[in-house]
């Protein structure tokens, strides 16, 4: 549950049992397709979604229920567990608990430091310090819960004072803090592991581009200026977003209330399927070319990727983010 790309079914309402078994993934092309298998040495081995009915001897004539709801979630354009509360509640599609919509104890804990900019200020709020020894929102949320200190006791009634809502609920607050701040520790995560890529990438490119066969290859030329430059935009889109939330965030505690936390909990929430997908379109496209070339590859090899599997779908990525900019 902690990709962006991978969407395990085991805990989506199937009626195949042995589907539960499998993943739903975006390839390098960014479509959406069923894998059965992944190994080493194999491969993965990948089928669209309206091809089940062939390897399960579903009846013919209508359309399977499992087949109904595979592609409806094949739509999504991410499947980060963000993307995925908001759009299965749209779809209504009931499933076991959305509590399992949780990234993982061992990814949250590697979320602690980008946490902290984001617990220091309430911290500060409440106990007047900052040094206090705090590994994760959960142990914040106990502390509050539970407080020692007359103090912070008292700046708990101010806080709650503030909200306008009971003592009791602050810590139903807090965890609504915790969940929102950890979604934008989780896309800073990704998009710090994706930024080393995207220079090696283009790093590549520009190998292309300076080799003087190649660079006389109009069609090549133009799938590398038209990639680079989408990637550009939608990486400086995703950091200006990112900014804005930090802007935000650090006023939130001059004049807190319950209203001035709506608003930027709105505003996160809102781009939370644009961040999802654009992140997931770049992740997608960097380690498809990260895991066929990150090790070296001929130079033609890399061209013909590049015009084929690098190009489908990277206007889709651009139009996600251009679409969320001109609704909001």
């Not at 991978?6 to 960014?30: C, E, F, G, M």
């Not at 979630?73 to 499947?79: A, N, P, Y």
């Not at 992740?283 to 599997?309: E, H, I, P, Y």
Request: aromatic letters at 8%.
């Amino acid at each position: 549950m902690d990709s962006l790309h991978i969407l395990p079914l085991n805990q989506l309402p199937l009626k195949t049992p042995s589907l539960k078994r499998t993943r739903l993934v975006k390839n390098v092309r960014l479509e959406s397709v069923i894998e059965l298998f992944n190994d080493r040495n194999a491969g993965s081995g990948q089928i669209d979604v309206a091809d089940l009915g062939d390897i399960f001897n579903w009846p013919t004539g209508t359309k399977h229920p499992d087949e109904r709801l595979l592609s409806l979630l094949m739509r999504m354009k991410s499947f980060d567990i963000y993307t995925l509360r908001i759009q299965l509640r749209e779809m209504r599609i009931d499933i076991e608990s959305y509590d399992s919509l949780r990234l993982s104890p061992e990814k949250t804990a590697s979320l602690t430091s980008y946490m902290k900019e984001f617990t220091q200020p309430l911290i500060m709020r409440i106990y007047g310090q900052s040094d206090t020894n705090v590994a994760d929102m959960s142990e914040l949320v106990g502390m509050f819960t539970t407080p020692k200190k007359e103090e912070a006791l008292t700046n708990l009634r101010y806080m709650a004072d503030k909200l306008n809502i009971s003592l009791r609920e602050v810590p139903k607050f807090l965890e609504d803090y915790g969940d929102i701040y950890l979604s934008l520790a989780y896309f800073k995560d990704c998009l710090d592991a994706l930024i080393p890529q995207i220079l090696s990438f283009e790093e590549s490119m520009n190998d292309l581009m300076t080799n003087h066969q190649l660079r006389n290859d109009r069609r090549l030329t133009h799938s590398v200026m038209h990639i680079c430059d989408r990637v550009s935009n939608v990486t400086q889109s995703v950091l200006n977003r990112f900014n804005s939330f930090d802007s935000h965030s650090k006023t939130l505690w001059e004049n807190i209330n319950a209203e001035s936390f709506a608003k930027v909990k709105k505003a996160i929430q809102a781009d939370h399927v644009a961040i999802g997908a654009v992140m997931c379109g770049l992740s997608v496209k960097m380690n498809g070319w990260q895991d066929r070339f990150g090790t070296g590859g001929s130079l033609m090899r890399r061209a013909n990727f590049v015009m084929s599997d690098m190009m489908q779908g990277m206007d889709l990525i651009s139009a996600i983010d251009s679409d969320d900019e001109d609704e909001s």
